[in-house]
C-alpha cells in the first residue's frame, strides 16, 4: 500500500496543542506523508505569532496561508472563510491529498472542512459530539464538522454517545480521550526553579491563570463577563496574588477583552502574554496543582479540560462553556458581579482539591489509533456513509 497523504489543519494556539502528539506520530509512520495547513492567529504578530512553536516542534511539509483580513465581527468573519476557502482549494489542486485530519469546532475548521468534503476527501474529525451551548458558534460549526467527516475520535465518552445520537455509524467513532496528553510526561515540563525565573514568581503569592474569550453571539455579554472580572481582579491584595494572564482568541469581540485586560497593566502584580506556548502552561498548571498555589480562571475549554490532570482548581465565569463536562475542581460562576467573583477566587483558592474520575483520561494509544484508522479506511463502505436513525 502507498503512503497516505495527510493533511491536518491549525489556525489557532489551543487547536495546535491538541494536534501535536497525532501530526508527530503520524509523521514518524511508515503509512503516511503528512502535510499541515497553518493559518490564522499563528500568523498574526499582534496575537503572539505561535508559528514559531510549530517551528520549534520540527513539523514538516508545512503550508501558511496568511490572510490579512480582520476578525472583530461576523460579517469580516465570513470573509475570512471565504478567503481561507479558496487558499485551500488552491493547495490542493497541486497536491493529491487522501485525508484531512481536523480538530474540534472553529470557523476556520469549518471552512476547511467544507473544502476537503466538496473536493471528496475524506474527513477525519478529532474533539467532536462536545456540548457547550454558551453563546459561541463552535456547537453548530462541531457538529456541521461530524455529519461532513468520515471518522470520528472523541475525547469521551459523553461526546461519543452523542455522535451516535447523530446517526454515525458506530464502526466509525472511537473514544481515544484528550489528545493533548498523549506521550505526556511530567518530566519534560518546566522545574519550580525555572518557573520562578521565568515568569517572576514569587512563592509566598497565589497564582490567577485567566484566559477570557469572546462570545460572538452574545457582545454584550462578553463586555459585562470581563469588565466585572477585572474588576474584581483589581480588588485582590498585590501582595498576596499574582496574575499571569494570556490573550483571548481572535473571534468577534476579542478587542473588548484586550482593552479591559489593558486597564491591569499598571498593576505590578499583573503580567500578560499573547501566548504561553503549551509547556509553559502545563508548567504553570503543574506547578499550581502540585504546590496547592493557585487557580485557573476564565471561560477557556482548556480551564475546564486540562486542571484535572494537574489537580489543579479552576474557576468557570459565565456561560460559555455552560453545558460542557466539568469535574469537581471546577467552580461556576453564573451571577456575573465583581463582588461574588472576588469572593469566590479568594474562596476556592484556600480550599483544597476535590477529585473525581477524570471524563478526559486517555483511552488508547497513538499507535492503535492510527491501526483502527487504517482499517476504517480499507472498508468498502468507507466513503458512503449511512445514517443510523
Wanted: charged share 30%.
Amino acid at each position: 500500500m502507498r503512503k497516505l497523504n495527510v493533511v491536518f489543519f491549525s489556525g489557532n494556539r489551543a487547536e495546535y496543542g491538541m494536534i501535536r502528539p497525532f501530526i508527530k506520530s503520524f509523521q514518524k509512520d511508515k503509512n503516511f506523508k503528512t502535510f499541515l495547513i497553518v493559518s490564522g492567529s499563528h500568523l498574526k504578530k499582534d496575537l503572539g505569532h505561535t508559528f514559531s512553536e510549530i517551528r520549534k516542534d520540527g513539523i514538516k511539509n508545512i503550508k501558511k496561508i496568511y490572510i490579512n483580513n480582520k476578525t472583530d465581527t461576523l460579517s469580516q468573519t465570513c470573509e475570512y472563510f471565504n478567503i481561507l476557502q479558496k487558499q485551500v482549494n488552491n493547495f490542493l489542486k497541486k497536491n493529491r491529498i487522501d485525508l484531512f485530519f481536523l480538530f474540534s469546532d472553529r470557523f476556520e475548521t469549518m471552512s476547511v472542512a467544507l473544502t476537503a468534503y466538496l473536493n471528496k476527501i475524506p474527513i477525519i474529525h478529532y474533539e467532536g459530539g462536545d456540548k457547550t451551548e454558551g453563546g459561541t458558534l463552535d456547537d453548530n460549526i462541531r457538529h456541521s464538522i461530524t455529519k461532513l467527516s468520515n471518522i470520528h475520535l472523541t475525547s469521551n465518552k459523553d461526546s461519543y454517545k452523542r455522535i451516535l445520537k447523530l446517526g454515525e455509524e458506530e464502526w466509525r467513532v472511537l473514544n481515544v480521550g484528550y489528545s493533548t496528553f498523549f506521550n505526556f510526561k511530567k518530566s519534560k515540563l518546566l522545574s519550580k526553579k525555572e518557573l520562578v525565573k521565568k515568569f517572576n514568581i514569587d512563592s509566598k503569592k497565589k497564582i490567577i491563570l485567566f484566559t477570557m474569550h469572546p462570545l460572538p453571539l452574545k457582545i454584550s455579554e462578553t463586555q459585562k463577563e470581563i469588565k466585572e472580572t477585572v474588576k474584581a481582579l483589581k480588588k485582590l491584595d498585590s501582595n498576596k496574588f499574582q496574575i499571569i494572564a494570556t490573550y483571548p482568541n481572535f473571534d468577534p469581540g476579542y478587542k473588548i477583552i484586550l482593552n479591559e485586560l489593558s486597564k491591569l497593566k499598571k498593576m505590578s502584580n499583573f503580567k500578560i502574554f499573547k501566548s504561553l506556548g503549551t509547556r509553559n502552561y502545563h508548567s504553570l498548571l503543574n506547578y499550581v496543582g502540585s504546590n496547592n498555589s493557585g487557580i485557573c480562571l476564565g471561560n477557556s475549554s482548556s480551564g475546564i479540560k486540562e486542571p484535572i490532570f494537574f489537580r489543579c482548581k479552576s474557576i468557570n465565569i459565565g456561560s460559555r462553556q455552560n453545558s460542557r463536562i466539568k469535574t469537581r475542581n471546577i467552580t461556576d460562576v453564573k451571577k456575573i458581579n465583581y463582588k461574588i467573583i472576588n469572593q469566590i477566587i479568594i474562596k476556592k483558592i484556600n480550599e483544597k482539591f476535590k477529585s473525581d474520575s477524570n471524563p478526559y483520561a486517555i483511552k488508547i494509544s497513538l499507535s492503535n489509533i492510527k491501526k483502527y484508522i487504517i482499517k476504517s479506511i480499507g472498508k468498502k463502505n468507507f466513503n458512503l456513509k449511512k445514517c443510523t436513525y
